[in-house]
């Protein structure tokens, strides 16, 4: 239904618009698997298939790199030497001074002529691969290249391995130092307002958002860097994106072969990898941070920027924590958490009916299941009659609703589904009724899973508690039809749409509710049209990157200056 819509986008507006950001000084995932054509990128030579290293096993010309962080003494690819990124870095996972990258290389028995072919676990090793690559392009080396879909994909396809401890004999490695390979903190600071430079976080969207994670000093990411996660060029096998599907993802960040890219992570290894994409489709100026986050972040006056209500969209990670490892009896101290109490809610949207299959199936330890729809004031006399019977409830009855789910005002709620506008919706519910620590689980369940996450299967109840205040908390937060008059007639105000184009324009047979009576086609005078709210989800279910979003916004006069209401 449209309401969820407007939720979803309501609760964004919350998040981003009651403190917008603060400064301290992500949209496309998990592509289908796709048919590899090497030929197609600029730089194909640059990634090597699982049938070419086979065919290149034996050949003394060809140097294979393990890079995976364990592993190798188990299994690895036969002749493949192991070297871990790890061992060529300083105490602040910088590179190490360039006469010791020499000495431990020459003792290795590499030299820069070699032909080099380097692999990991993909994801599993953080970009290991694309570090490795990025330093031996740095130090001078001509021909190297990464395995494509890397262990996993061998492993997957049945390839031979070995347990044989490779070992070469001491070799002299002379480096050739690409300076423009390697970005440093005052370059970035120089260029972060020229308009042909662009700079990649290559991070998860918690870390981009301002949780800490790895021990930085300082949250959030460096002033105007774009929120590119590294795991989005890796098909569901592991194999690298097509070139039609990195061509988009660059393009939609407006990252163009003809600008200066630099990359950076938390310590400069999946900013590794995004560098070896960036080599891979054509870009000549590119370049890896390795000073990363870690550097930028202790230095106060270097500028960073980070979401104000971060905390507002939950990890896996801070929900395991929060459960403490699966045991829902005992609540976790995650950061940020109050410790008043939590409860986790599935919100799905069963039409008419308290069907949980879904819950039934699996479920995030302790959580109790809502249908959404019993939010709305004619369920479950579903589809409804008119528009208006799917109303929120009535605030008396919202409040009895809430107090039986066993959730009171001080009570921290993560809310996760199997979409972003049903999460948002049930949350914006709470929100209103005065709920004051309501967080969604970034991904939902599908995020909780692909990271490891419990799953339980016993049907779990609320004990009812008081609210222990009077709803709604935030009136503001809902705006009835009346309000809209004395919006429109306000010139601060900006009335938003958010449905699809086809309803906005009114274009004939667009109206999409053909249960309700009444065939209105057609907006609101004086709405502007803010995307569909399908535009602010990554196709993984993720929040799109406020940053995107505050531009997007920002273009179309929704500023946080002005009142401003979505429908």
């Given at each position: 239904?449209?309401?969820?819509?407007?939720?979803?986008?309501?609760?964004?507006?919350?998040?981003?618009?009651?403190?917008?950001?603060?400064?301290?000084?992500?949209?496309?995932?998990?592509?289908?698997?796709?048919?590899?054509?090497?030929?197609?990128?600029?730089?194909?030579?640059?990634?090597?298939?699982?049938?070419?290293?086979?065919?290149?096993?034996?050949?003394?010309?060809?140097?294979?790199?393990?890079?995976?962080?364990?592993?190798?003494?188990?299994?690895?690819?036969?002749?493949?030497?192991?070297?871990?990124?790890?061992?060529?870095?300083?105490?602040?996972?910088?590179?190490?001074?360039?006469?010791?990258?020499?000495?431990?290389?020459?003792?290795?028995?590499?030299?820069?002529?070699?032909?080099?072919?380097?692999?990991?676990?993909?994801?599993?090793s953080w970009g290991a691969a694309g570090r490795i690559f990025w330093m031996l392009e740095y130090l001078g080396c001509k021909d190297v290249h990464i395995l494509n879909g890397g262990w996993d994909k061998w492993v997957e396809?049945?390839?031979?391995?070995?347990?044989?401890?490779?070992?070469?004999?001491?070799?002299?490695?002379?480096?050739?130092?690409?300076?423009?390979?390697?970005?440093?903190?005052?370059?970035?600071?120089?260029?972060?307002?020229?308009?042909?430079?662009?700079?990649?976080?290559?991070?998860?969207?918690?870390?981009?958002?301002?949780?800490?994670?790895?021990?930085?000093?300082?949250?959030?990411?460096?002033?105007?860097?774009?929120?590119?996660?590294?795991?989005?060029?890796?098909?569901?096998?592991?194999?690298?994106?097509?070139?039609?599907?990195?061509?988009?993802?660059?393009?939609?960040?407006?990252?163009?072969?003809?600008?200066?890219?630099?990359?950076?992570?938390?310590?400069?290894?999946?900013?590794?990898?995004?560098?070896?994409?960036?080599?891979?489709?054509?870009?000549?100026?590119?370049?890896?941070?390795?000073?990363?986050?870690?550097?930028?972040?202790?230095?106060?006056?270097?500028?960073?920027?980070?979401?104000?209500?971060?905390?507002?969209?939950?990890?896996?990670?801070?929900?395991?924590?929060?459960?403490?490892?699966?045991?829902?009896?005992?609540?976790?101290?995650?950061?940020?958490?109050?410790?008043?109490?939590?409860?986790?809610?599935?919100?799905?949207?069963?039409?008419?009916?308290?069907?949980?299959?879904?819950?039934?199936?699996?479920?995030?330890?302790?959580?109790?299941?809502?249908?959404?729809?019993?939010?709305?004031?004619?369920?479950?006399?579903?589809?409804?009659?008119?528009?208006?019977?799917?109303?929120?409830?009535?605030?008396?009855?919202?409040?009895?609703?809430?107090?039986?789910?066993?959730?009171?005002?001080?009570?921290?709620?993560?809310?996760?589904?199997?979409?972003?506008?049903?999460?948002?919706?049930?949350?914006?519910?709470?929100?209103?009724?005065?709920?004051?620590?309501?967080?969604?689980?970034?991904?939902?369940?599908?995020?909780?899973?692909?990271?490891?996450?419990?799953?339980?299967?016993?049907?779990?109840?609320?004990?009812?508690?008081?609210?222990?205040?009077?709803?709604?908390?935030?009136?503001?937060?809902?705006?009835?039809?009346?309000?809209?008059?004395?919006?429109?007639?306000?010139p601060t105000g900006v009335l938003a749409d958010i449905r699809r184009w086809e309803e906005f324009i009114g274009a004939p047979g667009s109206n999409g509710y053909p249960h309700f009576e009444f065939n209105a086609e057609g907006?609101?005078?004086?709405?502007?049209?803010?995307?569909?709210?399908?535009?602010?989800?990554?196709?993984?279910?993720?929040?799109?990157?406020?940053?995107?979003?505050?531009?997007?916004?920002?273009?179309?006069?929704?500023?946080?200056?002005?009142?401003?209401?979505?429908?």
């Amino acid at each position: 239904m449209k309401k969820q819509g407007n939720g979803f986008l309501l609760f964004i507006m919350i998040l981003f618009m009651i403190t917008f950001f603060v400064s301290c000084g992500d949209s496309i995932h998990n592509k289908a698997v796709s048919e590899l054509q090497e030929g197609s990128y600029p730089n194909a030579s640059l990634l090597i298939s699982g049938d070419s290293l086979e065919a290149s096993i034996g050949d003394s010309k060809t140097v294979v790199i393990d890079t995976r962080a364990s592993g190798y003494t188990d299994s690895h690819i036969p002749g493949a030497i192991s070297l871990l990124w790890g061992d060529f870095t300083d105490e602040s996972l910088n590179l190490k001074k360039l006469a010791d990258l020499e000495g431990q290389l020459s003792v290795a028995g590499l030299n820069r002529n070699m032909r080099f072919i380097i692999y990991d676990d993909t994801t599993a090793s953080w970009g290991a691969a694309g570090r490795i690559f990025w330093m031996l392009e740095y130090l001078g080396c001509k021909d190297v290249h990464i395995l494509n879909g890397g262990w996993d994909k061998w492993v997957e396809d049945e390839r031979v391995t070995e347990t044989t401890i490779n070992t070469f004999t001491e070799d002299t490695f002379v480096a050739e130092v690409q300076e423009d390979r390697l970005a440093d903190k005052d370059h970035i600071l120089n260029m972060l307002k020229d308009e042909d430079f662009v700079i990649i976080d290559s991070r998860e969207d918690e870390e981009y958002n301002g949780w800490i994670l790895c021990g930085e000093t300082r949250g959030g990411h460096i002033r105007d860097a774009v929120s590119v996660n590294y795991k989005w060029f890796f098909n569901l096998d592991k194999t690298v994106l097509s070139y039609e599907d990195l061509k988009e993802i660059f393009a939609s960040m407006e990252i163009t072969t003809d600008k200066e890219v630099v990359s950076y992570s938390t310590a400069g290894i999946r900013s590794g990898y995004v560098y070896f994409a960036l080599r891979l489709m054509g870009y000549e100026q590119c370049s890896n941070y390795d000073g990363s986050i870690y550097e930028w972040s202790a230095d106060a006056s270097a500028p960073m920027d980070a979401l104000s209500n971060y905390h507002k969209l939950v990890y896996p990670g801070w929900v395991n924590e929060l459960i403490a490892d699966g045991n829902p009896g005992t609540a976790g101290t995650p950061p940020t958490y109050p410790g008043n109490g939590y409860v986790i809610v599935e919100a799905m949207s069963e039409r008419g009916s308290d069907n949980t299959d879904d819950y039934d199936a699996g479920h995030i330890p302790g959580a109790i299941h809502l249908n959404i729809y019993a939010l709305e004031s004619a369920y479950p006399n579903y589809p409804y009659a008119c528009p208006s019977d799917g109303n929120l409830l009535p605030d008396v009855e919202l409040q009895a609703f809430i107090e039986n789910m066993g959730i009171a005002y001080d009570t921290t709620v993560v809310i996760y589904g199997d979409s972003a506008v049903k999460n948002a919706r049930a949350a914006w519910a709470l929100m209103y009724a005065g709920v004051e620590d309501v967080r969604i689980l970034n991904g939902g369940y599908y995020s909780w899973v692909a990271n490891g996450g419990i799953e339980e299967r016993t049907k779990n109840t609320s004990i009812p508690v008081s609210f222990g205040m009077t709803v709604p908390g935030h009136p503001e937060y809902l705006i009835t039809t009346t309000d809209v008059q004395t919006l429109r007639a306000d010139p601060t105000g900006v009335l938003a749409d958010i449905r699809r184009w086809e309803e906005f324009i009114g274009a004939p047979g667009s109206n999409g509710y053909p249960h309700f009576e009444f065939n209105a086609e057609g907006r609101i005078p004086g709405a502007v049209w803010a995307y569909n709210s399908s535009e602010y989800s990554d196709s993984d279910g993720t929040f799109r990157s406020y940053t995107e979003v505050e531009q997007m916004w920002w273009d179309l006069g929704i500023k946080p200056n002005r009142k401003i209401a979505f429908y």
